[in-house]
């Protein structure tokens, strides 16, 4: 496949050198791509450096990961409002090792490819540079005139916040990132977003300068909603790829949740169904935007890829559970531990195991759990046909609530009107 031509139908492509396209056709090229590491996982707005790497792959180039030890020590300035909070050392070190096993979840490592995938990071390069050392062979050769001119740069220097000499230095940080794994690695492209063109530049310049060799480069546009706010922001916060830090439940809902402009841009972008079945799945949504065939097609490819079909399935039953859609059967297929993370979010109760020895009419269990302020209240919205148990709606206020009304023997999930989720459980 002709990665360029495959990303350019997707919007995927915005800056690219001259002879970019060329030198992918002429043979195996290997490309990089840099992730900050300010926390220990990713989020959804690393997806589109992820996705560019996974294409890249698939096209039968070799992708380099650069997670950026001695850049996130540093903070990139780029078309920030202000400067970034530097991290020690151990945070560095565990957020790495982090964001690796995530990445290797999505790329092949396997060394007997040609193209397989590697990790890179640069601190282990720079940790024994001097400073003296890089002004005198590197610095040298970059002026301070066109460090200046950078857009990124800029915005910063005409702010009333200005720029710190170590944010400043960070293009040429990164521009030797490039020139390091031209020389360690038979780099010769770089990728990433639009923002990062002018670091990008300063790299393709050093290979040029330093090197005497020739380096090429391509950005993708930075995604934003159809409203122009920020892709990958959620109201509770960022959309991370850890299961652990954003269910797969939760990481579903966000894409399904798409505006209709929004949801033909990131199928394109995030996922890598084929133009024709994309072209046909929009033709077909647009007839009836109602059904949201678009979305739910969306949320399916992302969750799978990010989470494996085992976290879309989980997403799935999920779903069903809190849209009153779960059979008996699907809730108790989850452990207990599985059912209080599916079930972020959801109010829960604590009772003592105890009050079931007996048994217990549904209408004082109701009460007592606090789900209802009194028995008159929850009585009246039984009758109401308002209450429902592990997914069946009560249908009289006779039920006693048993051990055997449990979930895997410790829970038993309320919902109260079309909305409200309430898990109870038995210590």
Same mark, same amino acid.
């Given at each position: 496949?002709? &990665? #360029?031509?495959?990303?350019?139908?997707?919007?995927?492509?915005?800056?690219?050198?001259?002879?970019?396209?060329?030198?992918?056709?002429?043979?195996?090229?290997?490309?990089?791509?840099?992730?900050?590491?300010?926390?220990?996982?990713?989020?959804?707005?690393?997806?589109?450096?992820?996705?560019?790497?996974?294409?890249?792959?698939?096209?039968?180039?070799?992708?380099?990961?650069? %997670?950026?030890?001695?850049?996130?020590? %540093?903070?990139?300035?780029?078309? *920030?409002?202000?400067?970034?909070?530097?991290?020690?050392?151990?945070?560095?070190?565990?957020?790495?090792?982090?964001?690796?096993?995530?990445?290797?979840?999505?790329?092949?490592?396997?060394?007997?490819?040609?193209?397989?995938?590697?990790?890179?990071?640069?601190?282990?390069?720079?940790?024994?540079?001097?400073?003296?050392?890089?002004?005198?062979?590197?610095?040298?050769? #970059?002026?301070?005139?066109?460090?200046?001119?950078?857009?990124?740069?800029?915005?910063?220097?005409?702010?009333?916040? @200005?720029?710190?000499? =170590?944010?400043?230095?960070?293009?040429?940080?990164? $521009?030797?990132?490039?020139?390091?794994?031209?020389?360690?690695?038979?780099?010769?492209?770089?990728?990433?977003?639009?923002?990062?063109?002018?670091? #990008?530049?300063?790299? =393709?310049?050093?290979?040029?300068?330093?090197?005497?060799?020739?380096?090429?480069?391509?950005?993708?546009?930075?995604?934003?909603? *159809?409203?122009?706010?920020?892709?990958?922001?959620?109201?509770? !916060?960022?959309?991370? &790829?850890?299961?652990?830090?954003?269910?797969?439940?939760?990481? /579903?809902?966000?894409?399904?949740?798409?505006?209709?402009?929004?949801?033909?841009?990131?199928?394109? #972008?995030?996922?890598?169904?084929?133009? +024709?079945?994309?072209?046909?799945?929009?033709?077909?949504?647009?007839?009836? +935007? @109602?059904?949201?065939?678009?979305?739910?097609?969306?949320?399916?490819? %992302?969750?799978?890829?990010?989470?494996?079909?085992? $976290?879309?399935?989980?997403?799935?039953?999920?779903?069903?559970?809190?849209?009153?859609?779960?059979?008996?059967?699907?809730?108790?297929?989850?452990?207990?531990?599985?059912?209080?993370?599916?079930?972020? !979010?959801?109010?829960?109760?604590?009772?003592?195991?105890?009050?079931?020895?007996?048994?217990?009419?549904?209408?004082?269990?109701?009460?007592?759990?606090?789900?209802?302020?009194?028995?008159?209240?929850?009585?009246?919205?039984?009758?109401?046909?308002?209450?429902?148990?592990?997914?069946? *709606?009560?249908?009289?206020?006779? &039920?006693?609530?048993?051990?055997?009304?449990?979930?895997? $023997? *410790?829970?038993? &999930?309320?919902?109260?009107?079309?909305?409200?989720? /309430?898990? %109870?459980?038995?210590?």
């Amino acid at each position: 496949m002709n &990665l #360029i031509s495959e990303l350019r139908w997707r919007g995927m492509i915005q800056d690219i050198k001259p002879g970019t396209e060329e030198q992918l056709e002429k043979e195996m090229t290997t490309a990089y791509v840099g992730f900050d590491p300010t926390a220990d996982s990713l989020h959804v707005g690393n997806l589109v450096p992820i996705m560019l790497l996974k294409h890249l792959q698939r096209a039968g180039h070799k992708p380099l990961a650069l %997670v950026g030890g001695a850049t996130g020590m %540093v903070g990139d300035p780029s078309f *920030k409002a202000e400067e970034r909070k530097m991290l020690d050392l151990d945070t560095l070190a565990h957020n790495l090792r982090s964001i690796q096993a995530q990445l290797e979840k999505y790329l092949d490592f396997d060394p007997s490819k040609p193209n397989y995938a590697e990790m890179v990071n640069n601190y282990d390069w720079f940790k024994n540079i001097t400073f003296l050392d890089f002004i005198r062979d590197v610095g040298k050769h #970059i002026t301070v005139n066109y460090m200046m001119a950078k857009d990124s740069v800029k915005k910063r220097l005409d702010g009333d916040s @200005g720029m710190s000499f =170590t944010e400043f230095s960070y293009q040429m940080i990164q $521009g030797y990132d490039f020139y390091h794994l031209y020389n360690q690695k038979n780099c010769k492209m770089q990728m990433g977003g639009s923002d990062q063109w002018g670091n #990008i530049v300063t790299g =393709t310049e050093l290979v040029r300068r330093l090197g005497g060799g020739e380096a090429y480069a391509f950005t993708c546009p930075l995604i934003k909603k *159809k409203d122009g706010t920020k892709f990958g922001k959620s109201e509770s !916060g960022n959309i991370w &790829l850890d299961a652990n830090k954003t269910t797969p439940y939760q990481f /579903y809902q966000f894409w399904l949740n798409a505006d209709d402009d929004d949801a033909e841009n990131y199928i394109r #972008i995030f996922t890598f169904l084929e133009e +024709a079945v994309i072209n046909n799945l929009i033709a077909e949504h647009r007839e009836d +935007a @109602g059904k949201r065939l678009l979305q739910k097609k969306l949320a399916q490819e %992302v969750t799978t890829f990010i989470h494996g079909a085992e $976290g879309y399935e989980k997403a799935i039953k999920t779903s069903e559970i809190l849209f009153g859609k779960a059979s008996i059967e699907t809730l108790r297929s989850f452990s207990e531990e599985e059912l209080i993370n599916v079930l972020t !979010g959801v109010l829960q109760y604590e009772m003592p195991a105890t009050s079931l020895t007996e048994g217990k009419d549904v209408v004082t269990f109701l009460a007592e759990a606090g789900i209802f302020p009194s028995k008159g209240e929850a009585r009246k919205t039984i009758q109401g046909g308002g209450v429902s148990l592990n997914g069946s *709606k009560l249908t009289g206020v006779d &039920l006693i609530i048993d051990e055997s009304s449990l979930l895997n $023997g *410790k829970s038993i &999930l309320f919902q109260k009107g079309k909305k409200n989720y /309430y898990l %109870v459980r038995m210590v």
